[in-house]
């Protein structure tokens, strides 16, 4: 199950359930359309006996959100799936968005490669730099989207668990 929602006033939500048989429900209820795709991320929709134009404009997997111009018109999209929920319902909407502020080593070894520099932005899972250890190479990767404010290592440093090596503004 999908929660999906309009961003610009006003604000819709809709309930969206798909199964792996390719049925859909939405608000409860069958959802029939036909789709054609066009190319370029332009589509044909027919739908309650309407003729549409859909464009995907962009798609953020990991935000959940998608932006398309529908007949023309912008529509700014945000879906929560049902962990979403379950952690907005806790109050903790926010803890998947937490700021990154630092990476650490997660264990001791020794720094061969840092492919980063000061001032470079990065999205998250760009690789980091190489921390070796026992006599195995580990890219560590950005645990989310930054701008690298300071490198607190020189290439050839070993280092110890825990101990901060990237520092993001």
Do not use: C
């Amino acid at each position: 199950m999908l929660q999906v929602r309009t961003e610009a006033a006003p604000q819709q939500t809709w309930e969206v359930n798909y199964q792996p048989n390719g049925a859909i429900t939405l608000n409860g209820e069958p959802f029939h359309w036909d789709i054609a795709p066009l190319g370029n991320g332009r589509y044909h929709l027919l739908y309650g006996g309407r003729s549409y134009t859909a464009e995907l404009v962009t798609a953020d997997y990991a935000a959940k959100t998608i932006s398309l111009k529908l007949n023309g018109q912008k529509l700014e999209l945000q879906a929560k799936d049902r962990f979403d929920l379950l952690l907005d319902k806790l109050g903790m909407s926010n803890a998947a968005s937490q700021k990154v502020n630092d990476l650490k080593a997660p264990m001791p070894g020794l720094i061969v490669d840092i492919r980063v520099e000061p001032g470079q932005m990065v999205q998250k899972g760009d690789p980091l730099l190489v921390l070796e250890a026992m006599k195995m190479e580990n890219i560590l990767k950005a645990p989310g989207d930054g701008t690298v404010a300071a490198i607190k290592v020189a290439l050839r440093d070993n280092v110890t668990k825990g101990q901060v090596l990237i520092l993001f503004s």
